[in-house]
């Protein structure tokens, strides 16, 4: 059996649009943006102002619909200025970034991203979340390859919303713990071991830039922090994905999913739950989730370290920070089980300790924050 991976490449700073023409000049002449509405308004600019005096013409900016849904991509692939562009810059967070890379795919068209907040590693990973046209999750959708290149530019990162940067560290907190985790006890052979091995790289710089980034974000300030943890939750985060996931393959046997586990399970049990889905961001939620993770596997003298961190910039410790009651907790283990992450829990996983687990988290979360 042969298969290939690809690896994302990027380019990061202040100016990096300049270097659009260069890294894009083999791909064709004309390039269709779609993004989200905010993003694209705060990218344009930029972007023109970097394909002045090119050969490369942006021939339209088009919305993404709002949501990466089926719906949404075949609207889209049926637009004129869509099919008509050699290339397609998707522009935005991870939805957007998501509806272009399934619509890029599905129509085999070169594609470059331009993540306008570092709140997720959609931009250069080949797996996308796709949703229900409702809003809830549907699945993953598993792309033949991320973009070809993703252009990170801190200064708008720096003037995007602190919270969803907020978010972000969250979400990203969670890569090092849940892919080691489900790693265990596994054979593990080339592709996936390089995964493992570069998640461990994942959690330190957060620790020791998060903080400092969140207080640059609320002042709009390009700087190291901002530029660490971009690359942290972008690049570190997506290389790690593509590494850990190999799906859909001929023979079931040589599938395997480690880029998340217990974490996420928590996230989409409480997506069914529109007081906590609604009021609460993916990378919030799944910060508890890390705790719980923790606790699953005992891992009680790191899940205190993590508990301090979360604290010291405003993350969950408890179930009711995310709108969450001990009651709601029986759904969210029994959502756990039906999804992909379930399958590669370490040992047996039963809903009954992942239930306890959770309300264990619960109950030293209360008693960290009353000491605090």
Not at 35 to 43: D, I, Q
Not at 164 to 169: D, E, P, R, T, Y
Not at 358 to 368: M, N
Request: hydrophobic letters at 35%; proline letters at 5%; one cysteine or more.
């Amino acid at each position: 059996m042969s298969y290939n991976e690809f690896l994302p490449s990027y380019s990061i700073g202040d100016d990096c649009y300049k270097e659009i023409p260069y890294v894009t000049r083999r791909y064709g002449k004309t390039a269709v943006v779609i993004g989200g509405k905010t993003a694209m308004e705060k990218a344009k600019p930029e972007l023109l102002a970097a394909l002045k005096g090119s050969d490369l013409e942006i021939t339209d900016f088009i919305w993404y619909g709002g949501d990466s849904n089926y719906e949404n991509i075949e609207m889209l692939k049926a637009m004129p200025e869509v099919q008509n562009a050699d290339m397609v810059f998707g522009v935005g967070g991870g939805r957007a970034v998501d509806t272009v890379k399934t619509l890029c795919d599905r129509i085999d068209k070169p594609f470059f991203t331009f993540p306008t907040l570092a709140s997720n590693c959609a931009s250069c990973t080949a797996i996308s979340v796709i949703y229900n046209a409702d809003g809830t999750f549907k699945e993953y959708a598993y792309l033949k390859a991320p973009a070809l290149h993703t252009f990170i530019n801190t200064k708008i990162i720096a003037e995007s919303p602190e919270k969803l940067f907020w978010a972000g560290i969250g979400d990203a907190l969670s890569k090092e713990y849940e892919v080691v985790f489900a790693c265990r006890d596994k054979d593990m052979t080339h592709t996936p071991l390089l995964g493992r091995v570069l998640a461990e790289a994942c959690t330190k710089p957060l620790v020791s830039y998060g903080k400092k980034a969140l207080e640059d974000c609320r002042n709009n300030v390009s700087s190291k922090n901002i530029e660490q943890i971009a690359l942290d939750i972008i690049i570190t985060t997506g290389l790690v994905s593509n590494f850990t996931v190999h799906q859909n393959n001929p023979d079931p046997k040589d599938d395997y999913y480690y880029n998340s586990s217990l974490a996420h399970c928590v996230y989409y049990g409480a997506s069914l739950f529109p007081k906590c889905e609604h009021d609460h961001l993916h990378g919030e939620i799944v910060s508890f989730g890390v705790l719980c993770l923790l606790t699953y596997d005992e891992q009680y003298e790191e899940r205190q370290r993590i508990f301090e961190f979360n604290r010291s910039i405003g993350l969950p410790c408890t179930l009711d920070e995310i709108a969450l009651t001990e009651e709601d907790v029986p759904a969210i283990a029994h959502k756990a089980a039906s999804v992909v992450e379930w399958t590669y829990v370490p040992g047996e996983p039963t809903e009954e300790k992942f239930i306890k687990a959770i309300l264990d988290t619960d109950r030293a979360g209360k008693e960290f924050l009353a000491k605090a």
